[in-house]
Each structure stands twice: as C-alpha cells, then as structure tokens.
C-alpha cells in the first residue's frame, strides 16, 4: 500500500513556530549574557579585580593638593604640584554651579544612592554590550567620582564592563560614606578640567582668574560644559565650540527649572571671554625666586619631618607658602628688566652685527654642545664626534625666543645655541634694609629659555667692590678726613702692574668720599696696599662675600667674583647703622589645615663697622648716583665681554667695564 503524503503545515503555523523558535534564542542569549555579567559582577564585588576600596577607606580618602606660593601682599605667585589642585568647601560653591553640574551630569543625583537605574540600562547597551566609549549619560556623579578617584585598567577584552562594574559599587560606597553635599564638594575638588588642571578651584583660577565664589552663571556653565571634553571644549582652542557646549548646559538648566527662559536667553547671548593665567613652574611672576624657592623648600622639607614621622611633600600636601616678596614691586622689576634689556640687547647686536663676540664661534658652540643631553644619547650611541656636530646641524622646526615675541622657524640645533648665546643677560635683586625681606627677586629675560639665575652668578664686581674696601680702611682705622695724593704707581712686587682711571688723569688729592665719589682708581689701591689683602678679604667674608677673592691689589678694582646677593646683603651693612641684617624671602609655612610649621623673624647682628663710619659709606656712595653722574654713564655705557683675555687685562687696569 502506498504511504501517504504528509499535508504542508499552514503558513501561519510555521510563523508561529519560526517566532517561538526565535523568542527563545533570544531568551537563551539574553539570559546566558545576564548570567555572565552576573558571575562578572560578583567577581569585582568579591575583589577578583584588585581591591575595592571599603566604606571606611572612602572616608578617609586624601586628594593631592598644590602647594600655593603667596607674596607678602597675599597675591598668588605660583604652585609646586604633580596635579594642580586646590580644595574648595561645598558653602564656598555658588548655587547656579552645582545646578548647572546637576543639570548637565546627573538630574536625579539627589534621588538615587549612587547608580541611576534608568541610566544604568543605557550604559548596559551602550557601553558594555556594544563597547560604546562615547555613549556617556549613564554614569552618575558618584560613578564619576570613583573614576575620578581610582584610575580605570585593563583587563583585556572586559576592561568597559569591569571598570563599569568597580565605579558602581565604589559609587554606592560613596553614597554611604559621605552626604550629598559632601560628595559634590569631593567631586569639584577631584575633576579635571584638562591641561592638568584638577578641581574647581584651580580651573576658576586659570580661566577666569577669580574664586569658585564669584564666578558668573556663564562661567559655571562653560566650565561645566567642559567635563564632557576638557579639550575639544577647551574655550582656549575652541571658544566657537566651546560657547555651544555652554549655551547647552544652560538649555538643561531651564529644563530641570534652575532657570527662566529670559535668563537661558540672556546668557546664551554673551559671548565667551577669558581671563586666562597658567601659574606653572615657568610661566607666573617671579619664576626666577620660585625656583630657588622650591630648592629651600625640598631642603626644609628632608629635614623637618611630620609627627608620624613621614616626609611633607611639597607637591601633593597643600602647603601654603608665604614669601616677602611684594607682587607690584616685582611685577615693575620684572617690566623693567624686560624693558631696559631689550634696549641693550639692540644696541649690542647693532655694535657687534657683523662680527662674533666670542672669538672663536665654531669652538665656543661646540663646547656647549658637547654638553647637551642630544650630544651625550648620540655619543652613546657610537656616532663620532664630526657625525654628531652633522646631526645637530640639520634645521628641523622649533620655537626660539626674541624680544618681538616667540618665533616658529626652521633652524638647527647648531644655529640655536649661536642665536642665544648672543643674549644679554641680567639679574635684579632688591631688598628692604631695616627688615632684610626680599621683596623683588629677577634672575633673567625669560625663565623659559634661559633657566641659569644670574642672583647667583658670580661675576666681577667692578667698582661696586670699592665701597667694601673704604669701609674695611675705616674698620682699619684710616682718616676719613686725610687726603691721598692721585699718583700714577709702578707695583715691581706685582709684575710691574701699574692701575690706570678710567679718565687717565692723574695728579691732585683726593679725600675717601672725593676718591670714592670719582671711582679713582689709584687711590682705591693705595687703601688697600694700606689697609691690607688679608684684612680686606676678611672684612669682605664678614659682610656677606661668601666665595674667595684673589690675594692681589687688583681686588680694588673689584676683579674678585661676587655675586648680586652677596653685594645685597653686604650693601645693607652701611643702611643699618653697621649691623648685619640676614636677607629673609620665606616668611612662613603652614600645612592645608591653617598650621604654622616653619616661620622667621628678622636676624640682626651687633655692630660690624662703627655706626659713624656706616653713615660715612651711605653718604659717600650717595654721591655717587647722583643724577648728572647716571644721566653719564646712562649715556656712555659699554659692553665688556669678559671671555676676551686681552679685555680682562684691561678691567683689571682701568676698572672701564662697570
């Protein structure tokens, strides 16, 4: 018998059995991907992924703080960090920033304890199943905050969901550790805002050179609208951008009703302006001091230990560091450096255009060279010294200093070091006699490009050594009121040295203030064939002069290397009755909780010199500024290049280059 035909299923059957066969994959794969995310889940709960930190542990969290450089006038002249931040208190925050922050970041922050569970799906779709790094919107503030708090790691092909999954249960731990307010506080004080610029209060700082407090709606909302790209809404590189970003923030700000539509409007029409200020470690007043200040402050810091008996850092412990430095004073120091040099520096390259300074260019750049990190890597790499000189001769594009303002160029390594070596330099140090504060400190044209600090550079006195040794000769008992005759003296004992002045006039007497007041060079040796080498040096080391001066008669013409500090220092002697006042630029130092950990009072000595022969010194080298006196030497000012031997020579004759 024949078998018969089995009748085709009806359409619509096979439909419902192709959905049902479909529904159930779908169940299957879904729950099989819960189930993993799951097991995942308790895995980082359980700490399979590295430790999460506890309830307690959050508590207790610290942040790295800068430590903030103050003048004596309470400006803020710069900071030492690894990060720059600086806390702030939640009642310091003005309410349209946290409204702003909410608005923008997390709306139902007051309602959830730290996962969002409308957002969370999102982030569940969006940035662990589809591994969307740019889905955003699901994190809550406190998820933000954990991020903020412990950087994120890899973990291979499940680093998106682990770190998701770490970030909401330290969120939830957070939410039980501290308050509402209390976490907002710790999030603006944790964030960046890019160009390694942590926390709200730095950010308010170098964009608009205020306080968290006073910042405008305008202002909160720009640097809110920051956090979603610290640079491409960076308002320095894209205010276009920028402005767009911020003008949504506060369409989301009338959304949630923080703010009326008239006021969104009003705001959105302003456009974006800066008050921009990068208080780095070069850029900021008085980088020079800051510098040999951060040196002092590392030397304290070795030898001062805590209670625990830890080291302070001055990088993360949020000092605050106050100085005697006045900001207006060094701001007009450093504007006068800035302005005088510049006008040298043209008058120089005018006299000295088509020929070179320092005689031998090729061997004078080469030597310097020679000690640059590039020439070290390449001779340790075996290259020859002609071959390295070859490499660094091959222009390549670079930024180099002018007194027109920074310059792109093609130029060689070479080429670089000849263009600054031609640059003139200067330092500036000024110090209030009575207490011995320092209160503006210049040691160059731009710390930048030119980090040596010429306070410390000993160069020869000149004539500004004279009025140490006058004041050695009244120690030594001289008659200020006797006169010496302006003889031209032939020294056999010295080679035949003979002094010359300047003018190259000889004949007369002069008394201590005339010879002084003159620069007379001849005189200046005979006081100190007769007060002494040995006398005069030592008299020198008891002012201040720290470094050894040469054991010859030219020492009265100042060929001895001193430096500005040192001639500082024993200047103030004649301005203090004769008393030693120790120079001071730190005044105190106390920790992030208001502490006093360091602090100095001005040190005065007893009397070096009579007090009579100090008003002597003061009334004496005032004569020698007086006005018709500047106005010359303004007018006749030459450069001494002092590499020149046959220059030296001549110095140490005629004393010409002061």
């Not at 998106?160 to 004080?189: C, H, Q, T, W």
């Not at 491409?232 to 951008?241: A, L, S, V």
């Not at 230990?305 to 450093?334: C, F, M, R, V, W």
Request: hydrophobic share 35%; proline share 3%.
């Amino acid at each position: 018998m024949g078998q018969k035909k089995k009748k085709p299923l009806a359409p619509a059957l096979m439909y419902l059995i192709s959905t049902g066969q479909i529904f159930r994959l779908v169940t299957i794969v879904t729950g099989s991907i819960v189930m993993v995310y799951a097991v995942l889940f308790l895995m980082v709960y359980a700490g399979l992924f590295g430790h999460l930190a506890t309830v307690q542990e959050l508590r207790n969290i610290q942040n790295h703080i800068s430590s903030e450089v103050y003048s004596n006038d309470k400006v803020l002249l710069g900071k030492y960090y690894f990060q720059d931040r600086t806390n702030v208190r939640y009642q310091n925050l003005p309410e349209h920033l946290i409204h702003a922050l909410i608005a923008a970041e997390d709306v139902r922050f007051y309602e959830h304890h730290g996962i969002d569970g409308r957002s969370s799906l999102r982030v569940i779709f969006k940035s662990i199943l589809f591994q969307n790094r740019r889905s955003g919107g699901g994190s809550t503030i406190h998820q933000q905050l954990a991020k903020n708090l412990f950087k994120r790691k890899r973990y291979s092909i499940i680093t998106m969901p682990v770190n998701k999954f770490r970030e909401m249960i330290i969120g939830v731990r957070l939410d039980k550790a501290y308050s509402k307010k209390e976490i907002l506080e710790l999030y603006l004080n944790t964030v960046s805002f890019g160009e390694n610029t942590y926390g709200i209060e730095t950010a308010a700082q170098r964009f608009f050179r205020t306080l968290p407090c006073d910042l405008k709606i305008e202002d909160s909302a720009l640097l809110v609208g920051m956090l979603k790209g610290t640079f491409i809404y960076n308002p320095r590189y894209f205010p276009e951008r920028s402005k767009t970003r911020r003008d949504n923030v506060l369409s989301q700000m009338h959304k949630y009703s923080y703010i009326n539509k008239a006021t969104m409007d009003s705001v959105c029409a302003l456009p974006v302006r800066l008050d921009y200020v990068n208080l780095s470690h070069n850029e900021g007043p008085a980088p020079y001091f800051r510098e040999h200040l951060r040196l002092v402050l590392l030397d304290w810091a070795k030898n001062n230990p805590k209670s625990d008996g830890t080291h302070y850092n001055i990088y993360t412990d949020g000092l605050k560091i106050y100085t005697t430095i006045n900001a207006d004073l060094q701001q007009y120091a450093e504007e006068a450096i800035k302005n005088q040099m510049a006008n040298l520096q043209k008058n120089f390259d005018r006299q000295w255009k088509d020929r070179d300074p320092w005689g031998d260019q090729n061997a004078f750049i080469l030597k310097i060279l020679e000690n640059t990190p590039a020439y070290g890597r390449m001779k340790k790499q075996g290259m020859s010294g002609e071959k390295i000189i070859e490499a660094l001769k091959v222009p390549k594009r670079m930024e180099i200093f002018t007194y027109e303002g920074m310059k792109e160029v093609e130029m060689s390594v070479y080429d670089s070091v000849a263009h600054y070596s031609r640059f003139l330099q200067a330092g500036l140090l000024s110090m209030e006699a009575e207490t011995g504060y320092v209160r503006a400190w210049v040691g160059g044209i731009n710390s930048n490009y030119f980090k040596y600090d010429h306070i410390h550079s000993k160069r020869q006195a000149g004539s500004a050594f004279k009025p140490i040794l006058y004041a050695a000769a009244l120690k030594n008992g001289h008659d200020p009121c006797a006169y010496l005759p302006n003889d031209s003296v032939v020294f056999e004992e010295y080679n035949n040295w003979t002094p010359r002045n300047s003018s190259g006039g000889y004949g007369g007497y002069y008394s201590m203030k005339g010879a002084l007041s003159q620069s007379v060079n001849t005189i200046s040796v005979k006081l100190l064939e007769k007060t002494g080498i040995d006398s005069v040096i030592r008299f020198s080391e008891q002012m201040g002069i720290e470094g050894a001066l040469p054991e010859v008669l030219s020492l009265a013409l100042g060929t001895g290397n001193v430096s500005l500090k040192e001639m500082v220092r024993a200047y103030n002697v004649f301005l203090n009755e004769g008393k030693i006042v120790e120079p001071i630029f730190l005044k105190r130092i106390e920790d992030k909780y208001g502490n006093v950990l360091f602090e100095t009072e001005t040190r005065i000595s007893e009397p070096l010199i009579n007090p009579h022969h100090a008003l002597l010194m003061t009334a004496g080298v005032g004569t020698i500024v007086t006005l018709d006196h500047f106005l010359h030497l303004f007018q006749r000012f030459t450069f001494c290049l002092r590499q020149f031997p046959e220059d030296k020579k001549k110095a140490q004759q005629t004393n010409t280059c002061v």
